[in-house]
C-alpha cells in the first residue's frame, strides 16, 4: 500500500511547454544569444530540472548566486552562467574564476577586489551599468573609469561584458525604457564587451526598440506567464509550464443568506451549492485572491467563494457538475496564472514562485530520477 503525499496539490511542469517558450522567445532575439534565467529554483519549477530541459537549446543560463551556480555546474550544465550578485568576497571570486562563471560587477568595491587579489585563473565578468532601475549598478560617469580599471587588471579572460536592467519594460508605454537605453549606448559606446540589456518584456513587448544586445536575458516568459502588464501571456505565443492542482474534499448546499468561509466575506445569494478544494494559502493560492476567481472543475469554471483558508478554499459550484475526489485546478492550461495574480493584487512571478516552493513537484515528460 502507498503512502500518501503529505499534502494534496500537485505541482506539473511542462518540460515540452517551457521548450517552446524558449522557442518563442529565440524568434524574437533577433540572432542575440538567449541566456535562460532560472534564479530562484526557475521561478519555482525547479532550477536543475529546467536547465537540464533547456541545456540543448539555451546557450547560457542566469542565476542570481554563487550559490545557485555551484548546484548547475554540479548537476552537469555546461554552459555559460552569468551570476545576478556576483561575488561578495575573495573566496567566491574565486570559485567564479575555477567554476569559468560569469559574476555580475555592480559596485566599485568589487574591481577593487579583482585588482587587488590573485583569483588564480582568469575571470570572465559582466559590469552593470544603472541607467535607472537604481538597486544595483555603477554610476554611469563611472562606468569607462571601471572599465579600464578591469581591463588593465590583468585578471580577466577578456574585456568585461555591459549590461543594465530596465526598470518599467513592461508597461505599454516604452519612454523610460527608450531613456535608459539612450544612456546606456551613450555611456558604452567604443568600449570593448558584449551587450546585454533585454529581459522578457523588453524582448517580447518590443520595448528594446531593436536594440536587444548580444545576450538576451528571458525569465518569467520562459515560464509562460505574461511579462507585460497588457495583454496575455498567450497573445505571445506562450504557454502555461506550471499547473497547480488539487481535488475537491467536500460538497454541500448552503442557503440564502449563509455567510461563508472566514470573515463570513461570501454571502450566498440564494440556495446555491458550494465546494471545498484541498488547497490554500500554504500551497501558495494567496489568502487575498479575491471571491469570484476562477478555478476549473474537471474543465468546467467554478468561482471562488470566501477567504482562502490556510489549506482550502470554498468554492460556488453553480452550473457546476462534480463530487468529492475531482480534479480542481487552480492555474495551469485553463486558468492563467496572470488572472489569479490580478485577482491577488500580485503578479504571476509570486504565484509560481510560492507553489513551486510549497508543493510537491512532478515533471512532464518525467524525469529519469522522478520517483
Request: hydrophobic letters at 45%; aromatic letters at 4%; glycine letters at 12%.
Amino acid at each position: 500500500m502507498s503512502t500518501p503525499p503529505v499534502r494534496r496539490p500537485l505541482v506539473t511542469i511542462d518540460l515540452d511547454a517551457l521548450r517552446h517558450n524558449l522557442g518563442v522567445v529565440r524568434n524574437h532575439a533577433e540572432g542575440a544569444k538567449v541566456f535562460a534565467v532560472v534564479k530562484a529554483d526557475a521561478y519555482g519549477h525547479g532550477m536543475v530540472a529546467c536547465a537540464q530541459a533547456l541545456r540543448g537549446l539555451a546557450d547560457g543560463f542566469v542565476v542570481s548566486t554563487m550559490g545557485e551556480a555551484d548546484a548547475l555546474r554540479k548537476s552537469g550544465i555546461t554552459q555559460r552562467i552569468m551570476v545576478l550578485q556576483g561575488f561578495m568576497n575573495v573566496s567566491e571570486a574565486r570559485m567564479a574564476a575555477r567554476l569559468m562563471l560569469e559574476p555580475v560587477v555592480h559596485q566599485a568595491w568589487q574591481v577593487e577586489l579583482i585588482e587587488k587579489t590573485s583569483l588564480g585563473l582568469p575571470l570572465s565578468v559582466w559590469l552593470k551599468i544603472d541607467t535607472g532601475m537604481h538597486r544595483v549598478g555603477v554610476p554611469p560617469e563611472q562606468a569607462r573609469e571601471l572599465h579600464a580599471r578591469l581591463l588593465g587588471s590583468g585578471r580577466l579572460r577578456h574585456a568585461p561584458g555591459l549590461m543594465t536592467h530596465f526598470a518599467r519594460a513592461d508597461e505599454a508605454d516604452s519612454t523610460v525604457t527608450e531613456q535608459q537605453l539612450a544612456m546606456f549606448h551613450a555611456v558604452t559606446e567604443g568600449l570593448a564587451g558584449e551587450r546585454s540589456v533585454a529581459n522578457s518584456a523588453g524582448l517580447l513587448g518590443g520595448a528594446a526598440g531593436g536594440s536587444l544586445g548580444d545576450i538576451v536575458r528571458p525569465g518569467i516568459a520562459l515560464y509562460g506567464s505574461n511579462p507585460a502588464d497588457y495583454g496575455s501571456a498567450a497573445e505571445f505565443g506562450l504557454k502555461p509550464v506550471m499547473r497547480l492542482e488539487s481535488c475537491l474534499v467536500a460538497l454541500q448546499s448552503q442557503r440564502k443568506g449563509d455567510a461563508v468561509g472566514y470573515g463570513g466575506r461570501f454571502v450566498c445569494p440564494e440556495d446555491m451549492p458550494m465546494a471545498v478544494a484541498s488547497v490554500g494559502y500554504a500551497d501558495g493560492y494567496p489568502r487575498v485572491t479575491a471571491s469570484g476567481t476562477p478555478v476549473a472543475v474537471n474543465g468546467q469554471i467554478a468561482r471562488l467563494a470566501g477567504r482562502v483558508s490556510m489549506d482550502l478554499i470554498t468554492l460556488d459550484m453553480r452550473g457546476v457538475q462534480a463530487k468529492p475526489g475531482d480534479t480542481v485546478e487552480l492555474w495551469g492550461e485553463t486558468i492563467a496564472v496572470d488572472e489569479v495574480a490580478r485577482a491577488a493584487g500580485t503578479l504571476g512571478y509570486e504565484l509560481l514562485c510560492a507553489a513551486g516552493r510549497a508543493c510537491r513537484r512532478v515533471y512532464r515528460p518525467a524525469l529519469d530520477n522522478e520517483s
